[in-house]
T-cell receptor, first 115, second 115 residues
Framework: DGGITQSPKYLFRKEGQNVTLSCEQN?????MYWYRQDPGQGLRLIYY???????QKGDIAEGYSVSREKKESFPLTVTSAQKNPTAFYLC??????????????FGPGTRLLVL | AQSVAQPEDQVNVAEGNPLTVKCTYS??????LFWYVQYPNRGLQFLLK??????LVKGSYGFEAEFNKSQTSFHLKKPSALVSDSALYFC?????????????FGQGTTLQVKP
């Protein structure tokens, strides 16, 4: 988990509320990723960013939004449009894609629960 | 469709015995292959990866994995299991096309090592 921090560790969301999950890395990585983990389903990609001020949708982007204003930060907002947000959210980062065999390193995760 | 399969939800092994966690993949081309481990309520920790070269890859904590192109498999192995190896293990494939860095994960295998 070293080098990537996520906060908070636990987050509670009320109906109709937007919440933002923080992800910060000090590894000087260009690329950052957000994954959602549900029991028995592995990890699914929500959004990714290969460079500052640019990001792309992953496989399950609906109901989520991101920004990449700084190299070290990649916050994820879970909007009210996400009807089933309860999950474990993992942020990851890697060296610039294309340099060969880039390993993604993960943060400790944020568990989101709906009240 | 491109996918990664971990055919066993759970693997049980006695401490000191060898262990194998299976992974097969179905992707076009020659992908990069990864193994990660996850302890409860924690992020994923990188164990090892295969990019090219020797089919037997050695990684952290005494783990190794064997790449078999003809069987499209990348099984994780350890000669002598420890109780502390008990965790959730994920196999992942990075697609080389599109240059996105996207990983496709298997659904995970729980390893239980009993004293």
């Amino acid at each position: 988990d070293g080098g990537i921090t996520q906060s908070p560790k636990y987050l509670f969301r009320k109906e109709g509320q937007n919440v933002t999950l923080s992800c910060e890395q000090n590894l000087n990585h260009d690329a950052m990723y957000w994954y959602r983990q549900d029991p028995g389903q592995g990890l699914r990609l929500i959004y990714y960013s290969q460079i500052v001020n640019d990001f792309q949708k992953g496989d399950i982007a609906e109901g989520y939004s991101v920004s990449r204003e700084k190299k070290e930060s990649f916050p994820l907002t879970v909007t009210s449009a996400q009807k089933n947000p309860t999950a474990f959210y993992l942020c990851a980062s890697s060296k610039r894609v294309g340099t060969g065999g880039e390993t993604q390193y993960f943060g400790p995760g944020t568990r989101l629960l709906v009240l | 469709a491109q996918s990664v399969a971990q055919p066993e939800d759970q693997v049980n092994v006695a401490e000191g015995n060898p262990l194998t966690v299976k992974c097969t993949y179905s992707v076009s081309g020659n992908p990069y292959l990864f193994w990660y481990v996850q302890y409860p309520n924690r992020g994923l920790q990188f164990l090892l990866k295969y990019i090219t070269g020797d089919n037997l890859v050695k990684g952290s904590y005494g783990f190794e994995a064997e790449f078999n192109k003809s069987q499209t498999s990348f099984h994780l192995k350890k000669p002598s299991a420890l109780v502390s190896d008990s965790a959730l293990y994920f196999c992942a494939v990075r697609l080389l096309s599109g240059n996105t860095g996207k990983l496709i994960f298997g659904q995970g295998t729980t390893l239980q090592v009993k004293p």
